[in-house]
């Protein structure tokens, strides 16, 4: 059968084997796992038949633990099941999996490992989750590529069904998981091939059923629970022989040459690196480029963990290997190291001329690993005494545990083009680089991949897309630091981050921008200007917002940018780029209208048409950086904050963190991004206004506010700060009104506009409004003037300050004004207990805190446990305040039964 090639990401792989074996999927999403669940879930409802010649029945359980006990049940009554999980999600089924695989239960847990929340959530993937479910009794195989998920996906199948041990087949959380990569799609006739009907017919004959009873799961006592957990170590056994068989039969159908591990390097190696997961693909990579320069260096990629085979490792470990370095994605603190760095000790005690073994642990929370750093871990294993307990990918200033990078290398296949998209949450720039490389994928000869970098401000953030197209296979599982092309999808990032960092000589940077001739040269930074004219740069612009706006696309510039990005690269013939992109717009939005196609078809051709060649001046290479006047900030918003936001967490050192060991954050920092990310905010006009505060309760981002100004006040008011007289009674005479915008930290989402009954504001582009900034400044300096009116009221409620404010939540966010305004109603007493969800990424993501405090320093203390025990972790923080304060109680009134001076008395009489 011939091979079909489709681009697709990891999680789709395992979701197309998975549907092949599976009966019934018991399924609860959780980031990153959730795509694989929704596949499930759209193939059935559209009819798509597994290998028994049904549909598979999908079950969306209301918890994680829920999912995992539907699983057992299922397996027990005789369906193949299977589920998708990961982090706390994997965590919560692990009562579970000790039961399914007691019982000898062929299921199937597809997992993209993520990290675990500890001192703070991360969605990202490690392998901490996974290491979790060592001692469960199920079988652990890893893939470290999207191509390896598709083909041991199988394998966990087959293996499961034969040997009767449930399996987990895991892989990098959004590393291999949410990375799109043009793979060979495995075919189910030929899967069909490979399956054990009998093993299957003797699963469903050992089911409950009352033609033929059985009980399972008694309870047993001492005398005898031992020897029958000893009895399945036969099936144990044979695992790994079974799985090899099954590697054999799948490298027989591919071409692609699988084993519980496979080596690749010298075959006289004398330095070996353990690894699995997505760094395999960097490390092979890097040995690649080391063996070039004449060095013994080799790689075993571990692929079955559970159960460690003794036997299949030694058969690929080169005899001559002298030094040993252990990665794991993983930390266990406390223990001697981390568990796959144990696994290898273990395996060479006792034994003689054993090689010198050290691990390192990387990665954690997908940070980046990249080949330089595991040529620090080989060059490691050069010196005298090798550190061992280190890490990589960076700076541990504090314990010393990390290796220095001393070399930077690029070992990326000669003739691989590699693209950096700069967009902004919601513009569609992700999904139209994921379109591009299906198109570039599946229409060419081109490898292709594509990874996408998010931060955690949901629809309004950055995203950084990293696409590489090539004629050879591209196992470049690592962000692109060396680029041929560059766009910037959104204008106010040229002021805010490092875009043409990596940009090589000779390379190519698009801009959308609103900014022509003389406005292009007065707005664009000077360190850009330098490095255009200096490195040769091609440079390109286009008014993508206006061309959106003019055809009624709003804020979605996708196409416009993607059509134009198809013109410069020349991957792909430009008319054959644009008749597939048009095709894909039929298949994606035909079913929205003949007008939604039309727009989104002109859009192309507006993308093609409406580029600007710039004509770089050589005036730029002398380009003088405009000075800033540095205001006065606290450290951590200078050593923690701001090099985050410009996208340099990466280079922060551990020392930064400490005394934040607890994961503990300072309240109102998000006060000192001023992202500048709307194209509109809103402009003030005074006439019309007629006080109601209704703008500034539907905010979802405090951006619009009420302010009362007294004489004193109104005296230092700014040139240009127009106020009225302030109405309300009495309470208000002698004071002045104004409603002011924060044109730095509104989103633009226009909800004031359509609350405001007096038509008192309106639309203006920022550019317009930058003046508001210091008007901004100054407004905040007037006192709060919140006892005028019931805090009860709309209007009343706004004139108490927020303590939420500019948060990263979508603009228009529906969730945001109702803890606003609870804030401004409670805030200085307030304790959260939040769920992990919507409202913890906008509530609490590192390092921008939207909660802030009074005057006074008072403010909402919020933590975040995990997801399903909120009310259970919020019920405990009541039960401890209660408790403390009755014993508060006890000593005051202790203290007023002693003959004191009732002035000292009266306060405590009062609290109490």
């Known amino acids: 059968m011939a091979k079909r090639m489709q681009s697709m990401d990891g999680n789709t792989a395992a979701a197309h084997v998975a549907y092949a074996f599976t009966d019934v999927a018991a399924i609860f999403p959780i980031t990153p796992s959730s795509p694989m669940a929704e596949f499930i879930d759209a193939w059935a409802a559209n009819g798509r038949k597994n290998l028994f010649g049904q549909t598979v029945k999908v079950v969306e359980m209301q918890s994680e633990g829920g999912a995992s006990g539907a699983v057992h049940g299922s397996l027990a009554a005789g369906a193949l099941t299977t589920t998708f999980t990961a982090s706390q999600g994997l965590l919560l089924m692990i009562p579970n999996m000790y039961k399914i695989a007691g019982e000898l239960l062929p299921g199937v847990f597809h997992v993209s490992a993520r990290a675990v929340a500890g001192h703070a959530l991360s969605i990202f993937g490690d392998h901490t989750d996974v290491m979790a479910t060592r001692q469960t009794g199920f079988a652990l195989l890893a893939s470290g590529g999207v191509q390896e998920v598709m083909d041991l996906a199988a394998i966990a199948h087959l293996s499961a069904i034969k040997s009767r041990i449930p399996f987990l087949h895991f892989f990098d959380g959004f590393r291999t998981s949410h990375e799109i990569q043009k793979i060979e799609v495995l075919d189910y006739e030929d899967l069909g091939k490979l399956l054990d009907i009998e093993a299957v017919k003797t699963f469903r004959r050992n089911a409950l059923n009352p033609e033929h009873p059985v009980i399972r799961g008694t309870a047993q006592n001492p005398d005898i629970y031992f020897q029958a957990k000893e009895s399945a170590n036969r099936f144990y056994e044979v695992v790994p022989d079974v799985v090899a068989e099954y590697m054999k039969e799948i490298s027989k159908l591919t071409g692609r040459e699988y084993k519980p591990f496979n080596y690749y390097g010298a075959p006289d190696a004398e330095h ?143 003739g691989t083009i590699r693209c950096k998209f700069w967009g902004f949450g919601s513009d569609g720039t992700v999904g139209a680089n994921k379109n591009a490389i299906k198109i570039i994928g599946d229409n060419t000869d081109y490898y292709a991949q594509g990874y996408f970098a998010y931060d955690s401000k949901k629809s309004g953030g950055v995203t950084i897309s990293h696409l590489r197209f090539g004629k050879k296979p591209i196992k470049s599982t690592y962000l692109i630091d060396e680029a041929d092309f560059v766009a910037c999808h959104k204008q106010s990032y040229v002021h805010q981050y490092d875009l043409l960092k990596g940009l090589k000589k000779g390379g190519t940077f698009l801009l959308n921008t609103n900014w022509e001739g003389k406005e292009l040269e007065k707005n664009l930074p000077a360190n850009m200007k330098r490095y255009i004219a200096e490195n040769d740069i091609h440079f390109y612009t286009i008014n993508a917002t206006k061309i959106a706006k003019e055809i009624g696309l709003g804020g979605r510039i996708n196409m416009i940018m993607q059509a134009a990005f198809f013109k410069l690269i020349n991957v792909m013939d430009i008319d054959q780029a644009v008749d597939l992109l048009k095709k894909a717009v039929i298949k994606t939005y035909g079913k929205k209208g003949e007008d939604i196609v039309k727009m989104n078809h002109e859009a192309i051709d507006k993308g093609i048409s409406s580029l600007v060649k710039i004509d770089v001046p050589d005036s730029w290479k002398n380009a003088v950086d405009e000075k800033v006047e540095e205001k006065e900030k606290p450290e951590f918003i200078k050593k923690i904050l701001e090099p985050m936001n410009k996208q340099e967490g990466d280079d922060l050192p551990v020392s930064a963190f400490v005394g934040r060991e607890d994961g503990s954050f300072p309240l109102g920092t998000a006060a000192y991004e001023k992202r500048g990310v709307a194209v509109e905010v809103p402009e003030w006009i005074a006439d019309k206004c007629i006080q109601c505060n209704q703008c500034s309760f539907v905010c979802p981002h405090s951006a619009i506010r009420p302010f009362l100004l007294n004489e004193e006040e109104m005296a230092k008011a700014p040139e240009g700060y127009s106020t009225k007289k302030a109405i309300g009674g009495k309470k208000f005479e002698g004071l002045q009104f104004r409603i002011q915008v924060s044109v730095l930290d509104c989103t633009g989402c226009g909800n004031c506009i359509d609350v405001c009954p007096s038509d008192a504001l309106v639309m203006k582009p920022i550019e317009t409004q930058m003046d508001e900034a210091k008007n901004w400044e100054f407004s905040e300096t007037i006192s709060e003037k919140k006892d005028l009116l019931p805090l009860t009221t709309v209007k009343g409620s706004q004139f108490s300050k927020p303590l939420f404010e500019f948060s990263g939540a979508c603009a228009g966010c529906g969730e945001t004004p109702y803890i606003k305004v609870a804030t401004q109603l409670y805030g200085d007493r307030m304790i959260i207990a939040n769920a992990t969800g919507c409202s913890s990424i906008w509530g609490a993501s590192a390092p921008s805190i939207p909660y802030t405090t009074n005057a006074e320093g008072k403010g909402p203390a919020w933590a975040n446990s995990l997801f399903e025990d909120n009310a259970e972790y919020g019920f405990g923080m009541a039960i401890a305040v209660k408790h403390i304060r009755e014993r508060i109680a006890e000593l005051m009134n202790e203290l007023l039964s002693f003959d004191l001076p009732e002035d000292i008395k009266a306060p405590f009489q009062e609290w109490l």
């Open 272 to 414: 070996v690196i353990i690894a699995m997961g997505s760094v395999t693909d960097t490390a092979e990579e890097t040995v690649d480029y080391l063996l070039s320069k004449g060095e013994k260096v080799g790689l075993i990629k571990v692929h079955l963990y559970r159960p460690f085979s003794a036997k299949y490792f030694f058969d690929v470990l080169p005899k001559t290997v002298k030094r040993i370095a252990v990665l794991d994605r993983s930390k266990e603190p406390g223990a001697l190291g981390e568990p796959l760095y144990e696994d290898v000790k273990a395996l060479f005690y006792g034994k003689e001329n054993a090689p010198l073994i050290v691990g390192g642990r990387y990665g954690l929370g997908s940070k980046d690993t990249t080949p330089s750093q595991i040529k620090a871990v080989f060059d490691n294993l050069k010196v005298e005494n090798p550190k061992d307990h280190f890490t990589i990918g960076i700076v541990d200033d504090v314990t010393g545990t990390s290796l220095e990078v001393k070399e930077v290398i690029h070992t990326t296949p000669e």
